[in-house]
């Protein structure tokens, strides 16, 4: 009876939870708010595969370096004719006296180890030095390019709201995106495709925008439009707003920290406001001091949203971004400033949309073949074993309860494979509780009475029960942590799967056999 004063309290508690997580289910908004998610061979959704721009992250680490080092040479007083592209990955620089190429050396060896001389020339009094970044760095910015693009719009999706998304890198460049459910799937491409590069530039006032129109842009600047979303393509072409600014941005979206919809109350209408780090906010206080009375355009992805004129210095590290975009448009835009921006552009080179009746159908014809087979399971114990057959079909019962419970539990995803091993896993616990009773069935063969066989057969059992399972559970956790999609869902289910079987067999049906044999006291053995 002390046997019985722990293993019926537990057993109740798991069934109660059990329950509870598998009524959302079913009765969607019960407390906990949990349900079982299905996969996107189910339910339906859409299947991307993108690929990562590498070399664009490579000319941004370049045009960083080209930036930097004119700081550089006005603080070492290194006088220079410009700096150059050449190549994707390389640099000239014209020195003005050819022996400052020591001074560039040193800047070099200071703040850039994986930036290497390449070849260095002098003609007519000009030093002509070609630099280039080591294929190593440039390796490291292309894998870094790819792993920071994967976070980044794992972050987007999950704020996003999709349920269970199936996010890998697949080879060295490219992504494979799952969304199951998706309701909106152009919504879901232009938030995860935007680069979200967030920039504030000076406009150039200096120069005339019609010239620059006309083919005639001043160095150092470019034309940027501000487009007004219509649906109809030709007045949106017709109604964008040149602005020529300047190509140097005096502060990037790196800053921020925080991005949300507001409300305009004078013109009622919705705006993103922006907060930035300590950092930042004394970045962009100094920008606006330094150009009062100038505009400045807020640049996303080369696109102007808005160009106002600063009027005064603006303290705190706040400002909103306006435009002529909704408010599902605005919160969309929120996201992906907060997620951060992309390393690199990205596009889109596999696109497949999975129908909800293709996974009407599945779901359908995996509820048959499970209940199909567990009934006829649930025949041939009661036929072949008797009593101890229907103590198992109980135990069986309630391991499908146990797995449903887990799945919601756990936020697991439920896929055409999972149904598989649920099936797989119907057999493995009638399999567990028939070496139970064949044990028990020699034991009686032997002339022990109905309560020795019963103890003897589980005892001696366990061993080999615990044995064949372990290894299996071993398996599925491998497959699960090395697999992908459709095999790490067989993994999950096949995983419950063999725990529940070992709760179920082990400790319920030997519940259930002690309470009849030991506190009822039956006096045959029904096997």
């Not at 004719?81 to 050449?86: E, F, V």
Request: proline share 4%.
């Amino acid at each position: 009876m002390k046997d019985f004063s722990w293993r019926i309290p537990v057993i109740g508690l798991v069934l109660i939870v059990a329950v509870i997580y598998v009524i959302p289910t079913f009765k969607p908004g019960w407390w906990p708010n949990k349900q079982i998610n299905l996969g996107l061979d189910l339910q339906g959704g859409m299947h991307l595969v993108l690929e990562v721009k590498t070399e664009k992250a490579v000319e941004n680490t370049v045009e960083r370096i080209r930036n930097e080092l004119r700081d550089s040479f006005r603080n070492e007083k290194i006088r220079h004719k410009g700096i150059d592209y050449s190549g994707k990955q390389a640099l000239t620089v014209k020195l003005m006296n050819p022996d400052d190429l020591d001074k560039l050396d040193s800047v070099l060896e200071k703040n850039y180890a994986d930036v290497r001389t390449k070849s260095s020339s002098v003609e007519n009094g000009t030093r002509t030095v070609e630099i280039e970044l080591s294929d190593e760095w440039v390796a490291q910015i292309k894998k870094q390019a790819t792993e920071q693009a994967l976070e980044t719009i794992r972050n987007r999706i999950d704020q996003f709201g999709v349920s269970e998304p199936d996010i890998r890198v697949q080879g060295e460049r490219r992504i494979q995106i799952q969304l199951p459910g998706i309701q909106d799937p152009e919504r879901a491409k232009d938030l995860i495709g935007k680069t979200a590069l967030l920039e504030f530039k000076l406009l150039d006032t200096e120069h005339d925008l019609g010239a620059a129109l006309n083919g005639n842009v001043p160095p150092g600047s470019e034309i940027l439009y501000q487009s007004t979303d219509s649906s109809d393509p030709k007045q949106a072409a017709a109604q964008k707003q040149p602005y020529l600014v300047k190509k140097r941005a005096l502060m990037t979206g790196a800053y921020l920290t925080d991005a949300r919809v507001s409300i305009d109350s004078q013109f009622n209408e919705p705006y993103v406001s922006i907060d930035f780090d300590k950092k930042g906010a004394k970045i962009f206080e100094r920008i606006t001091g330094e150009n009062v009375k100038k505009r400045m355009a807020i640049v996303l992805d080369n696109k102007v949203y808005s160009a106002p004129t600063i009027q005064e210095k603006i303290p705190g590290g706040s400002a909103r971004i306006t435009g002529s975009f909704n408010t599902q448009e605005a919160h969309d835009l929120a996201i992906i400033l907060r997620a951060g921006s992309l390393p690199a552009p990205v596009e889109i080179i596999e696109e497949r949309t999975v129908g909800p009746s293709l996974g009407h159908d599945s779901i359908t014809k995996g509820i048959s073949s499970i209940v199909v087979g567990g009934i006829l399971v649930l025949i041939f114990m009661i036929i072949y074993y008797k009593g101890a057959g229907l103590i198992a079909d109980c135990a069986l019962i309630i391991n499908i309860l146990l797995i449903a419970g887990g799945l919601a539990m756990f936020q697991a995803t439920l896929t055409l494979p999972g149904i598989a091993g649920i099936i797989l896993t119907i057999g493995m616990a009638v399999d567990a509780n028939v070496l139970i009773f064949e044990r028990i069935r020699e034991e009686m063969r032997l002339g022990k009475t109905p309560i020795a066989s019963m103890t003897t057969g589980f005892e001696r059992a366990t061993l080999t029960i615990l044995d064949a399972n372990v290894t299996t559970l071993i398996a599925a956790l491998v497959l699960f942590q090395f697999g992908t999609g459709p095999v790490k869902g067989f993994a999950v289910t096949l995983s419950l799967g063999v725990l529940a079987s070992l709760f179920t067999a082990l400790i319920i049906s030997r519940l259930i056999f002690d309470y009849l044999y030991v506190s009822v006291r039956v006096k045959s053995l029904s096997i």
